[in-house]
């Protein structure tokens, strides 16, 4: 009944046929659990169906639905950002590949695909069936999106700090030198780190990077 849709003993018997079980033992076992009261029956004809009890399930009413379609949408705002981000990022990394600091970039951009693919499972679930958010959950989020923004701040400072090592004693111009290697800022493909830090937890904001 894990399901919590009608069944007939058949299909629970085809559900079971792993366990070698026989539909005999399945059917009386049926009729046990709703002679107990565990689970409900209709009878169409010779026929049973039977059905988990509704009242033992906690049906949202229409503010929890609501507050749970507010969560779903900034879950995907979230996602929809982080997948911006690492996208910059990634184009950061690949114009930094020659430096010293790749590794540890390499390493925090594994981190934040991680975080990205958590997310990404997390909506399948909330898309799959219908769940409250707990405050736990909620401030797990909420951490994991703090921790996405920190780990973009700081390679941002650590591109800007090879980046000045690099133009400062070169020929060309920064914007010359950006120009041939094709880098762009987060600027040149329309994100900021500032938006996305007002987006923060009230109390965790940080808005310089």
């Known amino acids: 009944m894990a399901q919590n ?18 539909k005999t033992a399945i059917q009386k076992a049926l009729d046990t659990l709703a002679d107990s009261g565990k689970i409900t029956f209709k009878e169409y004809g010779k026929q049973k169906i039977y059905l988990a009890r509704q009242d033992q399930f906690q049906i949202p ?4 639905l609501n507050q749970m379609k507010e969560e779903n949408s900034k879950l995907q705002q979230i996602l929809e950002e982080q997948k911006k981000a690492n996208s910059q990022l990634e184009g950061e990394i690949k114009s930094l590949q020659s430096n010293l600091t790749l590794e540890e970039i390499l390493s925090n951009d594994a981190k934040l695909r991680n975080q990205v693919k958590e997310m990404e499972e997390r909506l399948a679930k909330l898309r799959g ?4 958010v707990s405050p736990e959950e909620r401030k797990a989020v909420e951490k ?15 591109f800007k700090d090879v980046w000045d090592t690099i133009t400062e004693n070169s020929p060309k111009t920064p914007n010359e ?14 994100v900021s780190l500032q938006t996305y830090s007002t987006l923060m937890p009230h109390g965790k904001k940080r808005l310089r990077g």
């Open 61 to 64: 009413n229409t503010e929890e």
């Open 144 to 158: 994991t999106f703090s921790e996405a923004i920190s780990h973009w701040r700081k390679r941002k400072r650590m």
């Open 129 to 132: 069936g219908v769940t409250l």
């Open 177 to 190: 030198f950006k120009e041939e290697l094709g880098v762009e800022y987060d600027e040149d493909i329309g």
């Open 5 to 22: 849709r009608p069944l007939n003993s058949q299909t629970v018997a085809d559900f079971l046929q792993k366990f070698n079980l026989k």
